[in-house]
């Protein structure tokens, strides 16, 4: 059965999907070139001008929370830790009332220092991204050799009490597909939780390669060498990462499968990118502009109804298995992965 359009309170779409989690793209620049994601050069990135200030996200984040059911907030980019007002956007998000919980994408470089600002602010959590833990690789892999401070910023994001420190890994065929048994027993020794993400085509390059993509069964008969996994048995709701308990748990391990085992319906998920952009979809090829309009004077419930209408519009599925797939024309560094 379909749903109808709201015209007051919530984002649902016409699938009867309801978006409560909102991902903030806060910069489309980095201080890392991952492979799958960036050239090495960088990009064109956004002008000055184009990017939402502090206020304006500050604004349309409250817009989410207090007019159209969002409960969870998450900031992402880009790199988020070099946006300079950072610290001062998640203390405003966080005395919002109701209070979402508010969680953080990050490469981790720089996270030690900023941490215990972070946490004072009112951020809840951390999700931190590592691919390997082989030094030289990492300088391979993200064309930068900042390893030592990705792993001191995971720590300090743990001292600071930002838990569960959750860590993204991508596997590349050829590159570090044999590292899921290390990758997991260094987070089972530091007691953070592993969630493996497919590699989807969403890179600036437009390289992505289905049968290159190590996929969610190759990832868990690598790790089951080594560990016995079981079915979580907690319920799994609209979270993207499919988990399994390690070797009796209580630790977990996740795969964000979103290629193999696609799960959209049960997507919950509105974005908004560094410029103003909502998006219903990572894969979206349509967004809907906020930023004209707030600037244009639009009031609160105007924003929230073009915010509605955006989300309504949203399609059932990513079809990235469809013939006629088109990969959006953004890149994910500038959708806010
Ligand atoms: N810079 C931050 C980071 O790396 O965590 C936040 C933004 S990044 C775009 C967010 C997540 O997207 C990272 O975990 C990264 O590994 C992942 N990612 C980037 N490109 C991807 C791709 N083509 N397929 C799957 N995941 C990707
Ligand atoms: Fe930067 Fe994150 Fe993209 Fe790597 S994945 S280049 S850290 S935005």
């Known amino acids: 059965m379909k749903a109808a359009q709201s015209s007051d ?5 016409r699938y009867g999907r309801v978006a409560r989690d909102l991902r903030v793209s806060l910069t489309d620049k980095c201080n890392l070139r991952c492979t799958y994601c960036m050239p090495a050069e960088g990009l064109p990135w956004l002008a000055g001008p184009e990017l939402l200030t502090d206020d304006e996200i500050v604004r349309l984040v409250r817009v989410a929370v207090q007019r159209l059911g969002v409960t969870e907030v998450r900031f992402t980019g880009g790199e988020p830790l070099i946006r300079p007002g950072l610290v001062g956007i998640v203390a405003a998000v966080a005395a919002l009332d109701p209070r979402p919980r508010i969680s953080l994408t990050t490469n981790g470089i720089g996270l030690d220092r900023l941490a215990p600002a972070l946490r004072a602010a009112g951020l809840d959590r951390v999700n931190v991204s590592l691919d390997t833990l082989d030094a030289a690789r990492f300088t391979e892999l993200t064309r930068r050799p900042r390893l030592d401070a990705v792993l001191a910023g995971m720590a300090g994001a743990a001292a600071a009490g930002l838990t569960p420190v959750k860590i993204n ?4 065929r050829g590159v570090n597909d044999d590292e899921a048994p290390a990758l997991l027993r260094f987070a089972l020794a530091h007691g953070y939780e592993l969630r493996f993400i497919e590699q989807m085509p969403l890179d600036a390059q437009h390289g992505w390669d289905r049968a290159a993509m190590v996929t969610a069964d190759e990832i868990l008969a690598s790790l089951r060498r080594e560990f016995d996994l079981r079915t979580d048995p907690a319920e799994r709701g609209s979270a993207p990462a499919e988990t399994w308990l390690v070797d009796g748990g209580p630790a977990r391990v996740g795969v964000i499968a979103s290629v193999t085992r696609p799960f959209c319906g049960d997507c919950d998920r509105t974005r908004l990118t560094a410029d103003g952009q909502v998006r ?7 967004e809907s502009d906020l ?12 924003l929230a109804d073009r915010w509605r209408r955006a989300m309504w519009g949203k399609r059932a599925g990513h079809g990235i298995d469809d013939p006629t797939f088109l990969q959006p024309a953004r890149p994910m560094s500038a959708i806010g992965g």
Not at 9 to 13: F, N, P, S, T
Not at 280 to 286: S, V, Y
Not at 291 to 302: F, Q
């Open 9 to 13: 309170g919530i984002l649902v779409d």
């Open 291 to 302: 930023r004209g309009a707030l600037r244009a004077g639009a009031d609160d419930e105007d």
């Open 169 to 172: 890994s991508v596997l590349m």
């Open 280 to 286: 219903a979809c990572l894969f979206a090829t349509e």
